[in-house]
C-alpha cells in the first residue's frame, strides 16, 4: 500500500523481537519493508541488563541474521545511558579508538 502510494523505502522501528521469528521477517520484506531501526545497545549481555532489565543480546543477534536472510538492512540506533555507555571514536589521535564513558 505504501509503495503504491509513491513511498520509495518502508522503514521499521524495532525492538527486533518479532523479526527473530524468521518466517515474520520474509514476510516483512514480502510486503515491502526495506529497513530496520533497531533498537541495538551494544555487543555484550550486560548493557542490556542495565539498559533493559532482561537479557536480549542474542534475540538481537537472531533479528539480525533474520534480517540479512530476508534481504532486508538494519539502521542500529543505540541508547545513550549516563555512566553506562561507551563511546569509540576514530577521530581521536589515539589511534585506532580511544574509548570514553558517559
Known amino acids: 500500500m505504501a509503495k503504491e502510494m509513491g513511498f520509495s523505502h518502508i522503514q521499521c522501528a524495532t525492538n527486533g523481537v518479532m523479526f527473530t521469528d524468521l518466517e ?13 531501526y533497531l533498537q541495538f545497545d551494544g555487543v555484550c549481555e550486560d548493557v542490556y541488563m542495565r539498559t533493559r532489565g532482561e537479557s536480549l543480546l542474542a534475540q538481537k543477534l537472531t533479528c539480525i541474521q533474520n534480517a540479512r536472510q530476508a534481504g532486508m538492512k538494519i539502521c542500529f540506533v543505540p541508547t545513550i545511558v549516563k555512566g553506562s555507555t561507551t563511546i569509540r571514536s576514530a577521530t581521536s589521535s589515539v589511534w585506532p579508538w580511544t574509548t570514553s564513558t558517559w
Open 24 to 36: 515474520f521477517a520474509m514476510q516483512a520484506k514480502e510486503a515491502g519493508l526495506h529497513t530496520l
